[in-house]
């Protein structure tokens, strides 16, 4: 059975999933069970599946299509290329006869196979597939501004690039509904502080740390969001709450139907993630796996000694050749990104950022995420409730 006792390295366990006291935020209760196991089961409660489900998304659906009358989209499905977006987007069109537009967001590190992924699956489900494909020079600089920002997460303004576009393309196509993919069950939650953001701290890191000028990017700021919930009242439905897309049966469907390739592990679809995981890992000593592998042993998809399996074996992005062909595409050096690596370690906490705003109007961040209009566990993320 499970211990309270890491046996390698003396540290506090979850006695349920795999998280011990290196995540950031943990806490446990006094069956030594974690706040993150904690805060899966009121997700469970929020969140069910099966027939009880299927009905709410249907109900939903009902709603987009009541909108959607008189324009060519009923909601949009932001698509990556990997297995929860393409699944989603089968889901939207098929099971609940939405007509989604498909909108994917290019940084320059999209995978061959996730593109090849989303152009088979959107011309057999004859979905429009719209791709927005940032500046490179500009991608890549913001990247490395982060980098040199020494924050634990890369992607914050990749992230911050996908929301803006998901709700541009909305504005757009007067489209009131965005449809999520991200799945507390097979996913998980990441701590707030390996991979906070906002609107102010992205700013900071691009003004502090960025060397060139960056002229195509645009930031996701707190006014941008009250003109889309509110003046286009825009809704971010994290439909995959309400169905079972979990286990290797999704990926045999989307193989079988669409030829669908897997992108080689997970967030693949999108190769920057290589050295997102890297950087992590030599920097933080954040093995980002511990998320998504909790997640599952937590909903039963793998057990105990299978997950932590998973966590003793090398991981694919633990591979300095691949990181460094990385650097090399990024413009990094070998000697500027060791010395990053032995800079001190910073978090959001360290720049300007909105977290003192947000903790202020919690009760109306609740309420905006329990109605979908912002992510569904947004809440659950930015205030431990547990
Ligand atoms: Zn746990």
Redesign the pocket.
Known sequence: MSSQRDDHENRIC??????DDRVAGISFDAQG?????RI?DHLEKLFPLGATGKQILLDMAKGMQKDGRGKAYDCIVGLSGGRDTSYCLYYAKEVLGLRPLAVHFDNGWTSDIARGNMQRICERLEVDLQVITMDWEDSKELTNATMRACVPYLDLTNDIGIARTLYDMACKHKIRYILLSHSFREEGITPLLWNYMDGRFTRAIIRRFARKKITHFKNADLHDFLYWILFKRIKVVNVTNYYDDMGDSVETMLTERFGWEEPGGHHMDNELFILIYYYALKKFNIDWRIVEV?AKV?AGTLTREEGLAIMDSIAYFDNKELASRALQKQGVSEEEFEEILKKPNKYFTDYPNYYSWIKIFRPVFKLLCRTHILPAHAYEKYFKVF
């Open positions: 979850c006695t349920r999933c795999l998280m069970v974690c706040s993150h196991c899966h909790s937590r």
